[in-house]
């Protein structure tokens, strides 16, 4: 195993940690204390996307032999897509900040979605979808789960996407639609049943809806234990009677759940490496917090076993780390199919670490931990939604221990 990035990767690493250090870490402790109207974007965020664009730090996700002609037409710097080993340490580079996936338009769901088109679009979805999500002149949401179905299992899904002639029609209701809210949504990528008579893998297919198609109604935004994550968001979506063409339906009627396995792969180590950036980054802030603080006579790392538990912490994260780029090199030499438990274990993992880690800095921390002042209130909140949003963690669970005990034999 080599988990040896190559030479550009590592020096589009250190130039996004320059980046974030230099130019987003100010704006963004800035705007904890100032953005007032969180459903608009903060000009100082614009004018980063700017800078990181004129930088060639831009479109990074882009995966090897999908980049081409995109990577040079958007400034992607080098003009080549980068492994999941190449990768994941620029998107650890990025989890130090929130804000960072976004400036570097590296964010999801956006980046899910456009791997969803590079890899199953048609050319007209590609230029009408594609072109402007990856030119940053458009952002993208994610339509899946469902209010009124258990929605771990994607199979479950009611909302109706159903083929009449030269149209597909959309009846249902959605919720935790991701990036909803922002401004300059235009797309959804909506899951829908359109056979149900079908094989139960086959039943579902993905849609691509205009945000402003007639019928499209965001009921509500839904906070995530008091959090908005604005400007993205995550809304409750109604479809009455949607009309979209055909030709709207990503890689034709009924494969939905193909799609769906084959962007979770990378998405899954983009998002745990962010989240190890998440964690060095609770640890950094906590580390500061206990040499700065002193409280009964002593400073707090000298206390109730800070010593220890930041000791753990680096053990947990390094470990962390260490599993992830495991995932990720299994996914560039055997492929998603051959990665499903190395996939699953990262996405207990990830968020289960930077939690514990998150959690750890605002105790340090004390009731400003638990305030905008500081990121960690946001990042704990986040990691603990991660669990729920990548799948529950028992049903990552239930596929490494099924893929475990039939290596002895055990049926499915």
Known sequence: MDFTPSARAMELTEAVRAFVRDEIDPVERSLRRTNDDRWLVPDEVRELQRKARAQGLWNLFLPAGHEGDYARRYGTRGGTGLSNVDYAPVAEATGWSPLAP???????????????????????????????????????????????VASSDATNMQLTAVVEGDEVVLNGRKWWTTGIGHPDCAVLIVMGLTDPLAQRYARHSMVLVPRDAPGVRVERMLDTMGLFDEPFGHGEVSFTGVRVPLSHVIAGPGRASEIAQGRLGPGRVHHAMRLVGLAEQALHLACER???????????????????????????????????????????????????????????????????????????????????????????????????????????????????????????
């Not at 980046?111 to 199953?120: F, I």
């Not at 470990?319 to 996405?347: C, F, N, Y």
């Not at 990548?390 to 490494?400: A, F, K, N």
Request: hydrophobic share 45%; with cysteine.
């Open 102 to 148: 976004y400036v570097f338009n590296c964010n999801a769901p956006d980046t899910g979605n456009a791997e969803v088109l590079l890899r199953y679009g048609s050319a007209e979805q590609r230029e009408r979808w594609l072109d402007p999500l990856l030119d940053g002149r458009i952002r993208s949401a994610f339509a899946m789960t469902e209010p009124g």
């Open 290 to 412: 206990g040499l700065s603080r002193v409280a009964f006579g002593k400073h707090l790392v000298n206390l109730g076993g800070n010593r220890e538990r930041i000791a753990e912490a680096r053990i947990a994260i390094n470990s962390l780390r260490l599993l992830i780029m495991h995932a990720a090199w299994k996914l560039d030499t055997e492929g998603p199919s051959a990665s499903l438990s190395e996939v699953s274990q990262i996405k207990v993992a990830a968020p289960a670490v930077a939690q514990q880690v998150i959690d750890f800095a605002m105790q340090l921390h004390g009731g400003a931990g638990l305030s905008s002042d500081f990121p960690l209130a946001a990042a704990w909140t986040a990691a603990r939604a991660i669990r729920l949003a990548d799948g529950p963690d028992e049903v990552h669970r239930g596929v490494i221990a099924r893929i475990e005990l039939a290596q002895h034999g055990a049926s499915r």
